[in-house]
């Protein structure tokens, strides 16, 4: 196996040379470094990943956890992040939870086994407690989408103002009985729609029922279970706001299951937006979530917080939604 010595001989260069070009840690002629470039390619020389990584006491690696893979809000978030490592260096290890706390847990303590530079955080249901022990291990954390109540550095949408939008527009579209299904009340996003859907109808001096508020856990089935729940009331809502495109999808297989026309007699809003919905029938409003920013403006946040250059000073930073109507 070739050794960095055999490189700096092949490129005719010092291994101080080769060191700076591969680690980017000074400036290096571009006539050097494709020399260096050139002979790691004919040597197929691959760096020892663990010898830099106790030398410089950095792994390049960045771990990013998400609640469910199989969600396209993710996938978007998880590519935002990845985008902006790469310009760095970075390479991006990613895990899911499926919201479980306990996955959470074992997660984050394979995470720190790993000692990895820094960690991107979508909090899982029930779990916000124990991420917040993350704080304690003094490394770089940036907490993503789901805002936690503790003071740590996050990026996240305004979630109030994605309530107040999604009941907004419903209510423009005629509608007076407008029911919510969001995820677990236990998180902070999920309180945050909530309050803007009341808001909405406060504003137009509709009620919001008790009944009318469904808590799920952002999947197919609990969109399906829950507008179940909503049909068989004695007077069930004309328009729900779904708190995902997860949500939306078990709410549609629910209406068209028991007969029910949309937008005909119940009309659907989601949070979330897909290029799918473009051609969807029905068609769907959404409420965009900048998911593909959040992950980048989180990597963004997390390696200033790496290379130290960020302020001490908790950082905030809201993302602002969008109406997307396509009825």
Same mark, same amino acid.
């Given at each position: 196996?070739?050794?960095?010595?055999?490189?700096?001989?092949?490129?005719?260069?010092?291994?101080?040379?080769?060191?700076?070009?591969?680690?980017?840690?000074?400036?290096?002629?571009?006539?050097?470094?494709?020399?260096? /470039?050139?002979?790691?390619?004919?040597?197929?020389?691959?760096?020892?990943?663990?010898?830099?990584?106790?030398?410089?006491r950095?792994?390049?690696?960045?771990?990013?956890?998400?609640?469910?893979?199989?969600?396209? #809000?993710?996938?978007?978030?998880?590519?935002?992040?990845?985008?902006e490592?790469?310009?760095?260096?970075?390479s991006?290890?990613?895990?899911s939870?499926?919201?479980?706390?306990?996955?959470?847990?074992?997660?984050?303590?394979? #995470?720190r086994?790993?000692?990895?530079?820094?960690?991107l955080? #979508?909090?899982?249901?029930?779990?916000?407690?124990?991420?917040?022990?993350?704080?304690?291990?003094?490394?770089?954390s940036? #907490?993503?989408?789901?805002?936690?109540?503790f003071?740590?550095?996050?990026?996240t949408?305004d979630?109030?103002?994605?309530?107040?939008?999604a009941?907004?527009?419903?209510?423009?579209?005629?509608?007076?009985?407008?029911?919510?299904?969001?995820?677990?009340?236990?998180l902070?996003?999920?309180?945050?729609?909530?309050?803007?859907?009341?808001?909405?109808?406060?504003?137009?001096?509709?009620?919001?029922?008790?009944?009318? /508020?469904?808590?799920?856990?952002?999947?197919?089935?609990?969109?399906? *279970?829950?507008?179940?729940?909503?049909?068989?009331?004695?007077?069930?809502p004309?328009?729900?706001?779904?708190s995902?495109?997860?949500?939306?999808?078990?709410?549609?297989?629910?209406l068209?299951?028991?007969?029910?026309?949309?937008?005909?007699?119940?009309?659907?809003v989601?949070a979330?937006?897909?290029?799918?919905?473009?051609?969807?029938?029905?068609?769907?409003?959404?409420?965009?979530?900048?998911?593909?920013?959040?992950g980048?403006?989180?990597?963004?946040? /997390?390696?200033g917080?790496?290379?130290?250059?960020?302020?001490?000073?908790?950082?905030?930073?809201? /993302? *602002?939604?969008?109406?997307?109507?396509?009825t």
């Amino acid at each position: 196996m070739p050794t960095i010595y055999d490189v700096a001989k092949r490129a005719r260069v010092s291994t101080y040379t080769v060191s700076a070009v591969l680690n980017r840690s000074a400036y290096v002629s571009p006539e050097l470094t494709q020399r260096v /470039l050139k002979a790691v390619k004919d040597l197929d020389y691959t760096i020892n990943e663990l010898a830099r990584s106790l030398q410089t006491r950095k792994t390049l690696t960045v771990g990013m956890m998400i609640p469910d893979i199989s969600n396209p #809000f993710y996938a978007k978030a998880v590519r935002g992040a990845e985008d902006e490592l790469r310009k760095s260096g970075y390479s991006l290890i990613l895990a899911s939870t499926s919201n479980s706390r306990d996955e959470q847990a074992r997660v984050l303590t394979v #995470f720190r086994a790993k000692q990895l530079d820094g960690l991107l955080i #979508f909090i899982a249901a029930e779990g916000e407690e124990d991420a917040k022990k993350l704080l304690e291990w003094n490394k770089p954390s940036v #907490f993503l989408g789901r805002e936690p109540r503790f003071a740590a550095d996050s990026v996240t949408a305004d979630n109030v103002k994605v309530g107040r939008l999604a009941a907004g527009h419903l209510i423009k579209r005629g509608h007076k009985r407008i029911a919510i299904i969001v995820g677990q009340l236990s998180l902070r996003v999920s309180e945050d729609r909530v309050e803007g859907w009341k808001r909405a109808l406060r504003q137009h001096k509709l009620s919001a029922p008790g009944e009318y /508020l469904i808590e799920g856990d952002w999947t197919e089935d609990s969109g399906y *279970q829950g507008t179940l729940g909503l049909l068989a009331l004695d007077e069930p809502p004309t328009a729900v706001f779904c708190s995902n495109f997860l949500v939306m999808a078990g709410a549609l297989r629910a209406l068209k299951e028991r007969g029910v026309a949309c937008p005909g007699e119940v009309e659907l809003v989601s949070a979330d937006d897909s290029h799918w919905l473009d051609v969807f029938q029905p068609p769907i409003s959404t409420v965009a979530t900048p998911s593909y920013e959040i992950g980048m403006e989180g990597a963004r946040l /997390l390696l200033g917080r790496i290379k130290k250059k960020a302020g001490k000073q908790v950082e905030r930073i809201v /993302l *602002q939604p969008k109406l997307i109507a396509r009825t």
